[in-house]
């Protein structure tokens, strides 16, 4: 169905998620199931017994359909969706023609369908025929579909008896999707699943934003090999950011082996993972890469309460780790890790210090990382010292490891941490780090806690870090899309009257591109002769750059058609015939405008800012820094829009070689606010000439200590 144009923006790209009752898929009053079967050993019978055990728990009618059976487990069958008494909120197809029975649901007027088989886009060919044919029925009607290519774990029963925040899950994988829901049986809380398979129809966007409404839900998860729509991505991102709820993704495809088994498994595009990676961050999405990870960072976000907002800090809240152990090796491995993962370690006040050396010996270190040395767990001391760091100032979370399980030092410990847990909302996190799961610490203890709890000191570090910077975005979030751009600037008529479909403009057209939207180009006069050349430098002032001015001739300086430092107008004379001749001889049929004098730009970083066209997220804008930095070290940073002054600057800090802008080594600082403002007027150009424009390169943009001007640039139109 076509959308409302006042919810599109200047590129024709949504500004809003559409509207899905999903309460109507979880919570149905009527379910049917197409081709159902109780026969001994088949498929279709475990998973018709599936549905009907979740509908019944769902307090929803239950039909079984097959034209080939009077009755399903003691239920009657009826031959066609046609038979069903009254509406059908939900139709799960079991059957190999998919496509018929979807006919017969839509013929229904079923709110909601299921398709559980495979064979269509992802194995290409016929299989992408038959995707076509369901999307358009789809797109026809008024039912939403679930699939094809899924399964029934959105049909799971989870457990009603964990206390907590719940996990929702989203996968495009069922099997990767198991470990998160067996995380019940360690005592984290999941509430729903949603296998979205080729997502034909429903995506991970719809249910990202659904779960996010939930009142039980605390972090969304997800399993992702692509995305159906980038722009939809970022909405629902948006949504759940505005709702303070997380999203934890483990998205694959970071290599070229990665993307082609994705795209084979359910038919996605990937998108670059660069961007993707960069979206993440855009809209506060968390990026974990295992399985293991994405269970739990999750399970941290959901479990640990915000901390509290703190000027004073760098990141603007409460951050200050407290490592406790009773092992000093066990504590200098753990503050090592905590350290590399940029975790702040302060020490604890002179009175805490004071305070614990009453119950730990005074020879071992309290000061942070806070070593025990053992026996103090074993009695009333451990309370004691839980106490004390739990009232420090300086301590706004806690990681406690727990290395090899000695029942009479660990289980005291985890007691003790359960207990000041519940006194605090300073997060206390435990790493049982012992390969033995039957010790009464971990099975008795902790798994019935609600303390986040690790079995590595890796994911530990990961999901605190990720803790922290989930929660600095959300102070710091404002919603891009609160004003975005509707209509094209004024700029935008000036810039198309400019373009040439089809081919790259020449530097000194693209410059004018440039200059449309207020973007500062260096001083250039295209000329056509050679005393036309002589009277521009002079004009200038020399000395002067030269420059061959081609749309076919893009990469001048391995072709030697630039000069630099011509200070004469005689060399000036010279150099436009000797540029001219050399063009036709390496290009006779080039177009050529003339040449370019220009004027000599000195000092300054040299930076690069352009815009490529990505296969899910459309125009996204990319600063680095010039020469090797951008060539070998691809020192760059990606934002897709829309986005703002703030996070434009964020994407410069992310650069390796940042420090250099800002004035590292005595070196004297660039304008980084200029550099901030040639992105947001790139963004502005970006997204006017989405339609036209390819590519985009400026290259280099020369940062000084007072401005910012573009030497060089390269527009590609479509």
Excluded at 232 to 241: R, V
Excluded at 292 to 316: F, I, N, Q, V, Y
Excluded at 463 to 487: G, I, K, Q
Excluded at 561 to 579: C, D, M, S
Aim: proline residues 7%; negative net charge; contains cysteine.
């Amino acid at each position: 169905m076509p959308r409302d144009p006042s919810q599109l923006d200047v590129t024709g790209r949504p500004v809003a998620l559409r509207s899905i009752d999903l309460d109507v898929f979880f919570r149905p009053r009527t379910v049917a199931v197409i081709g159902a079967s109780d026969t001994p050993g088949r498929p279709n019978t475990a998973m018709t017994r599936k549905v009907r055990a979740w509908s019944e728990a769902a307090g929803a009618a239950f039909h079984p359909v097959n034209p080939n059976r009077t009755e399903v487990d003691g239920l009657p069958c009826l031959p066609s969706l046609a038979d069903v008494p009254g509406d059908i909120d939900l139709a799960v197809i079991l059957t190999g023609d998919a496509v018929r029975a979807l006919e017969g649901a839509i013929e229904k007027k079923a709110k909601f369908a299921v398709i559980f088989a495979a064979g269509f886009a992802e194995v290409g060919g016929e299989g992408e025929r038959l995707q076509s044919q369901v999307a358009e029925l789809i797109a026809g009607s008024d039912i939403h579909l679930l699939g094809p290519n899924t399964n029934l774990n959105a049909f799971e029963t989870f457990r009603d008896d964990l206390p907590g925040s719940a996990i929702a899950l989203i996968t495009q994988s069922g099997h990767q999707g198991r470990p998160i829901f067996q995380g019940q049986d360690l005592g984290i809380a999941m509430s729903h699943w949603a296998p979205t398979g080729n997502e034909v129809d429903l995506e991970f966007a719809d249910f990202a934003a659904y779960f996010a409404d939930q009142p039980q839900v605390g972090v969304v998860a997800g399993y992702i090999e692509g995305f159906k729509d980038g722009r939809t991505l970022m909405l629902a991102a948006d949504h759940a950011a505005r709702g303070g709820v997380p999203i934890v993704a483990v998205k694959v495809g970071r290599t070229d082996e990665g993307r082609s088994m994705a795209k084979a498994h359910t038919g996605h595009l990937t998108g670059a993972d660069a961007v993707i990676s960069a979206v993440f961050r855009q809209f506060g999405v968390t990026r974990v890469d295992g399985l293991d990870e994405l269970l739990d960072t999750s399970a941290m976000l959901a479990r640990a309460k915000p901390p509290r907002p703190d000027a004073s800090r760098p990141l603007g809240l409460a951050d200050g780790v407290c490592i406790y152990a009773i092992s000093g090796g066990t504590g200098a491995h753990m503050a090592d890790m905590a350290a590399a993962a940029g975790l702040r370690l302060p020490p604890l006040t002179g009175e805490t210090q004071r305070q614990l050396h009453e119950w730990i010996p005074s020879y071992l270190r309290v000061s942070n990382p806070v070593d025990n040395g053992g026996p103090p767990s074993s009695d009333w001391r451990g309370r004691k010292i839980l106490d004390a760091l739990v009232a420090d100032p300086n301590v706004d979370l806690i990681i406690c490891p727990i290395t090899g399980a000695l029942a009479s030092m660990s289980k005291p410990l985890a007691q003790d941490l359960v207990d000041v847990s519940k006194t605090t909302d300073k997060p206390i996190c435990v790493i049982w780090g012992s390969p033995v799961e039957d010790d009464p610490a971990y099975k008795d203890v902790l798994l019935h806690s609600q303390v986040p709890m690790f079995r590595t000191f890796g994911n530990c570090v990961r999901a605190v870090r990720a803790y922290f910077d989930y929660h600095a975005f959300r102070l710091r979030y404002e919603s891009p899309f609160d004003a975005v751009a509707t209509r094209p600037s004024p700029a935008a008529r000036r810039a198309r009257a400019l373009l040439e479909a089809g081919r790259p403009l020449s530097e000194h057209k693209s410059k004018q591109v440039l200059a449309a939207y207020g973007i500062p180009v260096s001083n250039d006069v295209l000329v056509t002769s050679g005393a036309d050349a002589a009277r521009a430098a002079e004009a200038i002032g020399l000395p002067v750059v030269m420059k061959l001015s081609s749309p076919d001739l893009l990469h001048k300086s391995d072709l030697g058609l630039v000069r630099v430092g011509l200070g004469t107008t005689r060399e000036v004379r010279a150099t436009y015939r000797e540029l001219v001749d050399r063009a036709q001889e390496a290009a006779p049929d080039a177009e050529i405008e003339g040449v370019l004098v220009s004027e000599v730009v000195e000092g300054g970083v040299e930076a690069v800012v352009g815009v490529a066209h990505d296969e899910l997220f459309g125009p996204t804008v990319m600063v680095g820094l010039g020469g090797i930095f951008v060539e070998v070290l691809r020192d760059v940073s990606f934002r897709v829009p829309p986005f703002g002054q703030e996070e434009a600057r964020r994407m410069v800090e992310e650069l390796r070689a940042y420090p250099i802008l800002s004035g590292a080594r005595g070196r004297r600082p660039v304008d980084v606010k200029a550099l901030v403002k040639v992105i947001m007027k790139v963004q502005r150009l970006a997204v006017d000439l989405s339609g036209e424009i390819l590519e985009l390169d400026i290259n280099p943009l020369v940062l000084r200590p007072r401005g910012a001007v573009a030497l060089d640039a390269l527009v590609s139109c479509r």
